[in-house]
């Protein structure tokens, strides 16, 4: 550990030692604010590396205090990966002995020195993050806890019974009323209860035939799915059956309370048919409290009656006395005195005159209520508690045999298995669940019998407020405790339906249902939402402002705890997370709450924009350069922006109650940052302009790749041009027609600058040609006593030979591939700026309903003839250059090849001498080698280019032999059909069976040579007319690149290599050439081509260069004497 530690602070000082001594830090600040000089390595390793590569990349001034004090900040706290999961640290014991690295993040700083107020702080000179975070959004946000129900407030129960206890009294009570009425009905309808939860199913596969008393089959199946469903064992249903059934047949068709099937049960059930005595206890306890809570508490008892009743229930719940001490004659003794409490109070009427009331109804509702709710329980899947099981319709209609026992009507069942499946949805979040409760609660009436309603109205619940006690009924007491949980949520919905956004519309069809609490806390009546009134709008107002202070709160707090982590600037996260509940405010809260509200678009988005522009205005007010911070926070804050305004927009105008006054202003972005761009652009001129010369000054053309033949260097060019585009519309900003004319001046210096290089760098194909060597006329003999004249060669310029060994045929063709990718480039560039003008015009266009100003709207950038013009002026600028370039260097490629790398066996050798020993066949294999090696490093769109670049050269150097061949090459008639056939071949060469150039190309090309090859099948004197005819034309000046058939210049040419007497005769008499035989052969005595240049070539000299010039005063003269005499 400690070499690794060692290893890591040493890499640590030399990287901090790089950036001092490679120029990266521009400056040094010392405590004092002064300039330093230099830091000692002690100082060094006091220095945070993070906080000197920030200063780096934003201008490279660093602050020796602050970098001390980051570096001592970093130190107090573990070293950790900077990673979403946050799980990995670098630690500093073993972690073997240390065990498994920790699971949470690492603390957060308590205090956060130097820390902005206003939210920014300038990022140049506090890179970082932790300067310019804004420490009042950083509240203690507590994780989101479950809200609770509030309870209805029925009377509690004064006996101590407890949830098991009602849930199996509530079975025993079901069971017994099921026996009790209707016997008869049930063998009728004889369904088949094969369905089930998924408990009972099993349960049916795993128990043992049980004793069960003899009662239908339809019962027995109904009976054992409730059994299941409330959770009672087997052997004590069975128990409990048997003495239920005994009760029956003793009291079949009379209706049961809950006192009678109390003593009922105790009479019948004895210690011995419980496995144990602790469930016996607790069993025959249960009985005796509820046996008080239904007795003891009743007003219609007297003061002796309730003694007595307390004195037996006492004498049940002793054990000793009752299971051992007492007779069964004494046990039915104290159970008759019981029994006869109870028969006075169920002989009382009931109170309200409903059919079937008993005296039970109103005097115990806050038992009986809880018991029916218990079975209401019974319907869910106990495996699958956000379930109802398959057959719960089936016990729900069974459940109505206790109806007339426990007061239950129709009003009040539907309220009650209402609040049963609200409850349950709250417990299990099931969707389904709330869904059947609303369709419960919606059919409970306000308005129905009104015996039924004065029932209703004394089954009372109490609620406690701020000073004062309110008494509902049940119903009310249901719809107020849902109303109040849904009230709870929708204070905070973006918190509670944030990812459950599908649940928010049932939530609010629920508080449709039940209604919303009032804001005054005393009044009972809740808002109803089915009419549009201030009071519903209020409300919803107050739901939007809430929940989005309470989302903004935790958007700022989650911003300002990632901006640590991230290093990104804090109000950019906000932004982002702003955006993301403004996305939410549209898709699934605003059409929800327009009904009621239709302007609550409007608030959310006015909510938002305030919050988050509090924030933007100090930052955007300390813009002065496009920093880091700058590039991260300007596009989210404008993309918050297209957001808000889209919400504050989608609106419908004909639905609002009043005019919304409150206009939605933008930030002032474009005002802040607009200036700020132009200079960076202007900064980014210079800079790419030197990147530009830099990469092109150490470019050695070689390819990137096999398959990407063009120079890295364009490459690295593009990408710099791309990053800058990138970056400007990076920003979402409106782009005017200045900023748009520096970043095309930006795109055009650049590749401009490029293309001047190539071009300046690339030499003229025409100083590749040799000189004109002398005109002579054909002579058979040589004179021995002559001494014969020499050719002389020129050497060849030292700055061009440079230039040309930079110039090889790999290269141009580099070169070549290059300049065909910026063309397909610079077409791409275009492409790319018009279509991010175009999606910045539609930004603009979703913000187009916001005021602003006229001006700045006309100057934002559409496709107008201005911009069109301006991006014509540019590119087609930069192509034309483009195009010389590739025009150029297309055709040094051909002439490099033939007038440079092959002049000699071309120039020099061909026909030197006789045509049949000096064939062109013998260049041909050379030529093959040279196409290969070009087709190979050439894409195929420029292969077709080069290969016609050779092969024109190749036939302007075949006419460069026909016409200025020199003093060793003349043409009989005989060598004509030879030469024609060459000519043939070099076609057939560059065509290659149809493979090659198109055969029209390749004869248009050959023509002038075809035409030439004519003159030589002519008679001398047919020559010597023609001459005569064309001599007019010996004026005009015309260069030997531009000769024409009727050209007096080619005809004499023809007439200087024409092996015959008759033309050498003429030729010497009206020009007086010399004798070919005069000079020598070049070839005899040609130096080493290493001694003349590097690549094979051969000059003339220049005294063989002036003879041509010197040669067109004397044609002239001859002409006119020509014309003058009609023979010679």
Request: glycine letters at 4%; a negative charge.
């Amino acid at each position: 550990m400690n070499s690794l530690l060692e290893r890591y602070r040493n890499d640590r000082r030399k990287l901090m030692e790089f950036l001092m001594s490679s120029g990266l830090v521009k400056e040094l600040r010392s405590h004092s604010g002064s300039s330093s000089a230099s830091l000692s390595p002690a100082d060094l390793d006091a220095l945070s590396a993070d906080y000197v590569l920030d200063c780096v990349k934003s201008g490279g001034v660093v602050d020796v205090s602050k970098a001390t004090k980051k570096y001592n900040f970093e130190s107090s706290y573990p070293v950790t990966i900077h990673s979403e999961s946050r799980d990995s640290y670098f630690l500093v014991s073993s972690p073997d002995a240390a065990g498994s690295p920790p699971r949470r993040s690492p603390p957060q700083p308590v205090n956060i020195e130097n820390s902005s107020n206003n939210g920014h702080v300038d990022s140049s000179n506090t890179p970082s993050p932790i300067d310019y975070t804004f420490n009042e959004e950083t509240p203690d946000i507590k994780p989101m806890k479950p809200i609770k129900i509030i309870p209805l407030g029925l009377p509690p129960l004064r006996t101590g019974l407890s949830d098991d206890d009602l849930r199996e009294a509530a079975y025993e009570l079901m069971i017994a009323s099921m026996l009790l009425s209707s016997a008869d009905a049930y063998p009728t309808q004889r369904r088949k209860m094969e369905k089930g939860s998924k408990l009972l199913l099993s349960l049916k596969r795993k128990e043992k035939p049980q004793l069960q008393p003899q009662t239908s089959n339809a019962h027995s199946e109904v009976i054992n799915m409730i059994r299941v469903q409330m959770q009672i064992s087997s052997k004590m249903d069975t128990c409990i059956r048997r003495n239920l059934v005994q009760l029956a047949q003793l009291r079949t068709g009379e209706q049961i309370d809950l006192p009678q099937l109390a003593l009922g049960l105790l009479v019948g059930i004895f210690k011995s048919d419980f496995p144990n005595e602790k469930l016996y206890i607790k069993w025959k306890t249960r009985q005796a409290n509820l046996l008080e809570e239904a007795l003891c508490f009743s007003r219609g008892l007297e003061k002796n009656e309730r003694a007595t009743l307390r004195k037996c229930l006492a004498t049940i719940r002793e054990s000793k006395e009752w299971d051992v001490v007492m007779s069964s004659s004494l046990r039915i003794d104290v159970l008759s005195s019981i029994r006869h409490v109870a028969s006075k109070l169920s002989s009382l009427p009931g109170r309200c005159g409903i059919e079937e009331e008993t005296y039970y109804w109103t005097a115990i509702y806050h038992l009986n209520i809880r018991l029916y709710e218990k079975l209401l329980f019974g319907v869910f899947d106990v495996l699958d508690e956000g379930q109802l099981i398959e057959d719960a319709s089936s016990m729900l209609f069974h459940m109505k045999s206790i109806w007339s026992t426990l007061g239950i009507t129709e009003n009040l069942h539907n309220a009650i298995y209402g609040w049963v499946l609200f409850q349950q949805f709250v417990s299990t979040g099931e969707p389904s669940l709330l869904g059947s409760a609303i369709q419960e609660l919606q059919k409970v009436t306000e308005e129905g019998n009104p015996k039924e309603d004065l029932y209703l109205s004394r089954l009372v619940c109490s609620r406690q407020t701020i000073g004062a006690d309110i008494h509902l009924s049940v119903s009310k007491a249901i719809f107020t405790s849902a109303s109040a949980w849904c009230d709870d949520k929708l204070q905070d919905y973006h918190l509670h339906f944030g990812k459950k956004p599908r649940d928010f519309g049932m939530l609010v069809s629920l508080a449709s249902t039940v209604g919303l609490p009032p804001a005054d806390c005393m009044r009972t009546e809740l808002i109803k939402l089915d009419t549009l009134s201030d009071d519903v709008g209020d409300k919803i107002q107050s739901y939007v402002q809430n929940s989005i202070k309470g989302a903004c709160a935790r958007a700022a707090h989650f911003a300002y705890v990632k901006s640590h982590g991230e290093r990104t600037h804090a109000l950019a996260l906000l932004a982002n997370e702003l955006s993301v509940i403004a996305k939410a405010e549209i898709n699934e809260f605003v059409p929800v709450f327009s009904k009621w509200l239709p302007e609550c678009m409007m608030i959310s988005a006015m909510l938002l924009h305030r919050f988050y522009g509090e924030r933007l205005t100090p930052f955007l007010e300390g813009v002065s350069s496009l920093s880091g911070d700058v590039r991260k926070v300007v596009p989210a804050a404008y993309m918050l922006e297209e957001a808000l305004t889209q919400l504050y927009n989608c609106h419908s105008k004909s639905k609002l109650h009043k005019p919304y006054l409150h206009k939605l202003k933008n930030y002032e972005i474009e005002k802040a940052v607009k200036p700020v761009m132009l200079d960076w652009l202007i900064s980014q001129h210079d800079h790419i302009l030197q990147w530009t010369r830099r990469a092109f000054e150490i470019e050695e053309w070689e390819p990137v790749s096999v398959h990407q033949r063009h120079a890295p260097s364009i490459v690295e060019i593009f990408r710099i041009i791309e990053e800058t585009v990138s970056q400007l519309f990076g920003l979402h900003l409106p782009v005017d027609i200045t900023h748009l004319q520096a970043l095309l001046s930006i795109i055009y210096h650049s590749l401009d600058t490029y293309l001047q290089r190539i071009y300046d760098q690339l030499v003229d194909k025409k100083l590749l040609y040799p000189a004109a060597p002398p005109l002579t006329r054909f002579t058979e003999g040589v004179m021995p006593a002559m001494k014969r004249k020499s050719l002389e060669f020129a050497e060849p310029d030292n700055k061009m030979v440079t230039k040309l060994d930079e110039l090889t045929i790999p290269k141009l063709c580099i070169r070549l591939n290059t300049l065909c990718y910026i063309q397909k480039q610079i077409s791409a560039i275009e492409d790319g700026i018009r279509k991010s003008l175009t999606l910045v015009r539609s930004s603009l266009d979703k913000r187009s309903n916001i005021e602003t100003d006229e001006a700045e709207e006309e100057n934002s950038l559409t496709h107008s003839e201005a911009v069109d013009e301006l991006f014509a002026t540019t590119y087609d600028s930069l192509r034309e250059t483009n195009a010389n370039c590739i025009t150029k260097t297309r055709d040094l490629i051909g002439a490099r090849v033939i007038f440079w790398d092959l002049r000699d066996m071309f120039l020099v050798q061909l026909y030197n001498g006789t045509v049949e020993g000096a064939r062109l066949e013998r260049l041909l294999p050379h030529i093959d080698t040279v196409l290969d090696n070009v087709c190979s490093l050439s894409y195929e769109d420029s292969r077709d280019m080069v290969v016609l670049s050779i092969c024109r050269s190749a036939l302007e150097a075949y006419v460069r032999v026909l016409l200025d061949g020199g003093p060793t090459r003349a043409f009989s008639d005989s060598d004509i059909p030879l030469m024609e056939e060459d000519l043939s071949i070099l076609k057939e060469f560059f065509i290659a069976d149809g493979e090659g150039l198109p055969r029209s190309l390749v004869e248009q090309e050959a023509k002038q040579a075809k035409e030439i090859l004519d003159l030589y099948s002519l008679e001398s004197e047919m020559l010597i007319q023609m001459l005569m005819t064309a001599s007019e034309l010996i004026d005009m000046g015309v260069s030997s690149e531009q000769r024409r058939l009727e050209d007096a210049q080619t005809l004499v040419r023809v007439l200087c290599h024409k092996k015959d007497r008759t033309a050498s005769k003429f030729l010497k008499r009206q020009y007086e050439f010399p004798m070919s035989s005069e000079y020598e052969d070049p070839t005899s005595n040609l130096p080493a081509l290493s001694e003349i240049v590097r690549s094979t070539s051969t000059r003339w000299s220049q005294t063989s260069q002036s003879s041509f010039s010197s040669f067109k005063k004397k044609i002239q003269d001859a002409t006119s004497e020509i014309r003058n005499n009609s023979g010679w």
